[in-house]
């Protein structure tokens, strides 16, 4: 067995390398020139708050028309999709062009934090911010929920009501 000298910045070195790669991958130009869009996927990031009548919901989604927007609402979950699509011409192609947008279809599902009504949303799409306004289920709103603690040390229990 041949003993060899740990070189620790070596290893550092080979690890740089091969992130360097990966990274040269991931936003390499395609043949067109473009940097490749769907390997760096589109995910509008979000807001939400829960109150004690509802939750609220912010996403934004800049430069879509809201009618290219799908939002659907279950009890407990929100789908948003849609697509993003870029405005430059294939005429305009010619010399340098470099885009740090994300274009491309989306699609987004967020746990609610509770129950709501689904038939008394409220939506606003205004500056790129879609905010939905979504009413709590009523047993949401008169649910309590006793905790039993029936000795020192030991684990309480949870009752719903």
């Known amino acids: 067995m041949v003993l060899s000298r740990w070189e620790p910045f070596r290893e550092i070195e080979t690890i ?4 360097n790669r990966l990274l040269d991958q991931i936003a390499s130009p395609t043949e067109t020139g473009d940097i490749i869009s769907d390997r760096l996927t589109l995910v509008p ?10 939750v609220r919901l912010w996403m934004d989604i800049p430069g879509i028309d809201p009618q290219n927007l799908d939002v659907k609402v279950a009890a407990d ?4 999709s849609g697509e993003r699509k870029s405005e430059i011409r294939e ?7 470099r885009s740090e947008f994300r274009y491309g279809r989306f699609q987004r599902v967020i746990p609610l934090p509770s129950r709501i009504q689904n038939d008394k949303v409220q939506a606003e799409f205004r500056n790129g911010v879609l905010c939905l306004t979504m009413p709590k289920a009523e047993e949401e709103k008169t649910r309590v929920v006793t905790i039993n603690l029936s000795g020192q040390g030991q ?5 719903g009501g």
């Open 77 to 80: 979950t929100v789908s948003v």
């Open 45 to 54: 990031p979000a807001e939400i708050e829960e109150t004690s009548d509802d």
């Open 91 to 97: 005429q305009e192609t010619r010399g340098m062009r």
């Open 155 to 159: 684990q309480g229990q949870i009752s």
């Open 16 to 19: 740089q390398r091969q992130m």
